[in-house]
């Protein structure tokens, strides 16, 4: 009998590569059988399970489905969000790599998970997205929407780097820095965590900007509304400075280059496990009071 006639069809996007991908694909598409739901996939899992006729490009899974199931690391579902179109669609992350702040469901909680949502017995975090985009001269040479943060640093050799930094076209300061974060809520415990960023509830409508390696130790992160335009330009002539979107993306920098970043208006339905309190996430991943 079929559930849930709001969430079908589902898709279902698996990292390949993961060990046991295989397996646990079958079991998945064996559940949304048996419960009487359709399922669709990208071209990559659908490779992996034999059922090409299933194949859909990722922009238009995401406008074919109800629900997308997302098996892999965070890397995985970044990817998957950056490359759908338009329409949110509600992502429900399983967790096959390490960490996992976004791919929240363990492995061996899925079916309880996916029962609770099939049953419509789950919560949404509607997660906001950034949109960037980069200026040469009067020329844009790269835009796209990203969910964690978009990264200017250099290679080991660069020299430090000089990074004029504007909201809503007021002057802030001139970084002098390895490189700097502008991330959101989301992406606050990624990269700009490592770089001595805050945690930024996922609720807050807010940007972080964290630079890496601050030449003065009073440049500190800054948070700042989701309201505001950021622009930064790159100052510096040094070599081997990129532009990084969502760790998965680089594009070469120079001297002059500007990078325009606000909110998009796209956001990301998060599915969440019901009941789930984000402290506890928190506590697990980053092992708050393990000894």
């Not at 390696?213 to 930064?232: E, F, G, K, M």
């Not at 990129?242 to 070469?252: A, E, K, N, R, V």
């Amino acid at each position: 009998m079929r559930l849930n006639l709001e969430l079908d069809p589902v898709g279902i996007v698996t990292k390949s590569r993961a060990a046991g991908a295989r397996e646990l694909l079958r079991k998945l598409t064996g559940l949304l059988r048996r419960r009487g739901m359709h399922y669709l996939c990208d071209p990559a899992t659908a490779k992996l399970l034999g059922e090409r006729g299933k194949s859909r490009t990722l922009p238009v899974l995401a406008g074919s489905v109800k629900l997308l199931v997302v098996l892999g690391g965070d890397g995985t579902l970044l990817g998957v969000a950056r490359n759908l179109s338009n329409r949110p669609v509600p992502m429900l992350g399983v967790n096959l790599g390490k960490l996992g702040f976004l791919t929240e469901t363990a492995l061996g909680d899925l079916e309880e998970v996916l029962a609770n949502v099939l049953e419509g017995r789950f919560d949404v975090e509607e997660r906001m997205m950034l949109q960037v985009q980069v200026l040469r001269g009067k020329k844009s040479i790269a835009s796209s929407t990203l969910l964690n943060d978009v990264v200017i640093n250099k290679s080991a050799l660069a020299r430090i780097l000089e990074m004029d930094v504007r909201i809503d076209g007021q002057f802030v300061a001139i970084y002098h820095a390895d490189g700097l974060i502008v991330a959101t809520p989301t992406g606050s415990t990624a990269y700009s965590l490592s770089a001595g960023g805050p945690i930024v509830l996922p609720g807050l409508k807010a940007f972080c900007i964290t630079p890496i390696c601050p030449h003065a130790l009073t440049n500190r992160p800054l948070v700042v509304p989701d309201s505001v335009t950021i622009q930064v330009t790159l100052e510096s002539e040094s070599p081997d400075v990129y532009c990084t979107m969502d760790g998965q993306i680089g594009l070469p920098l120079k001297a002059g280059d500007r990078l325009k970043v606000r909110r998009s208006g796209t956001t990301l339905p998060l599915i969440v496990p019901h009941p789930r309190n984000y402290f506890d996430v928190l506590r697990k991943k980053l092992r708050w009071g393990a000894r």
